[in-house]
């Protein structure tokens, strides 16, 4: 009587030759598959095409993307440059249609503050405030918020608004950015202009304890003295004896 042929399994089992002829698991699957395939062409094919068609899909959009932000981003170096050169109408211009037009892009959105600090350079505070009210809206980070608001401040201020100007300034105070000194004088302005006296005083002082040297350190020295308070000296103010002997001492800035 003829015996089965049978190998040994590494732990043991005795598997029949048959046993090992037979297709594995995934083969047999990949047979389906390829046979299910065959037998549905239409749907495999509306498969793949909306596969593909999604792919291209994706391409495109990220294509259209990156050219908006391009495109943004050489509008906003020619405003730019009308900008530096101080042509303040031809700046705004430029910012304000690229806002308009690549609203969504970075650069898009760095026009508004841009176009609304030209049309100030170019003495038209209206046209300035809904520009730096849309930008501080969505200021992309603290310090470009508090640079936009003080910008707007100063618009309102010169619109009459003193009150919106005032909300502006308080606001700019609270943020991390690099003009907290400029937003505290010109809200000393505002303050002294308003008859808010000591309010003023304590903001011309925090001034200058702060940024004793600082580009508006003269005028809070001024301001301080015109209140009737005696400014505190310059740290780089040197002091002579006048006549080189005893008398009152002059400063030399």
């Known amino acids: 009587?003829?015996?089965?042929?049978?190998?040994?399994?590494?732990?043991?089992?005795?598997?029949?030759?048959?046993?090992?002829?037979?297709?594995?698991?995934?083969?047999?699957?990949?047979?389906?598959?390829?046979?299910?395939?065959?037998?549905?062409?239409?749907?495999?094919?509306?498969?793949?095409?909306?596969?593909?068609?999604?792919?291209?899909?994706?391409?495109?959009?990220?294509?259209?993307?990156?050219?908006?932000?391009?495109?943004?981003?050489?509008?906003?170096?020619?405003?730019?440059?009308?900008?530096?050169?101080?042509?303040?109408?031809?700046?705004?211009?430029?910012?304000?249609?690229?806002?308009?037009?690549?609203?969504?892009?970075?650069?898009?959105?760095?026009?508004?503050?841009?176009?609304?600090?030209?049309?100030?350079?170019?003495?038209?505070?209206?046209?300035?405030?809904?520009?730096?009210?849309?930008?501080?809206?969505?200021?992309p980070s603290p310090a470009l918020e508090q640079i936009g608001r003080v910008a707007l401040a100063r618009a309102l201020a010169d619109t009459s608004n003193v009150a919106g100007a005032r909300e502006q300034l308080d606001r700019a105070l609270t943020l991390d950015g690099p003009l907290v000194p400029e937003a505290q004088i010109q809200l000393a302005r505002i303050e002294e202009r308003d008859g808010s006296k000591e309010k003023a005083i304590e903001l011309y002082k925090k001034y200058l304890a702060d940024d004793p040297d600082g580009t508006a350190a003269a005028l809070a020295r001024m301001r301080l003295s015109a209140l009737g308070v005696e400014p505190p000296a310059s740290p780089n103010a040197m002091t002579l004896p006048i006549g080189g002997g005893a008398g009152s001492p002059i400063q030399i800035q």
């Open 1 to 139: 009587m003829t015996q089965a042929t049978t190998h040994t399994h590494p732990q043991g089992k005795k598997l029949r030759h048959k046993d090992i002829k037979q297709p594995d698991e995934f083969i047999s699957l990949s047979a389906r598959v390829v046979a299910w395939a065959q037998q549905n062409q239409t749907t495999v094919l509306i498969a793949v095409g909306a596969a593909v068609a999604a792919l291209l899909l994706i391409a495109g959009i990220r294509w259209y993307v990156q050219s908006r932000a391009a495109n943004a981003a050489r509008a906003f170096y020619g405003a730019n440059e009308l900008f530096k050169r101080e042509q303040w109408d031809e700046a705004q211009k430029g910012f304000a249609s690229l806002a308009s037009s690549y609203g969504g892009t970075a650069y898009g959105n760095l026009a508004k503050l841009y176009a609304g600090r030209a049309a100030l350079n170019a003495n038209k505070p209206g046209e300035a405030v809904p520009l730096l009210t849309e930008f501080v809206g969505a200021a």
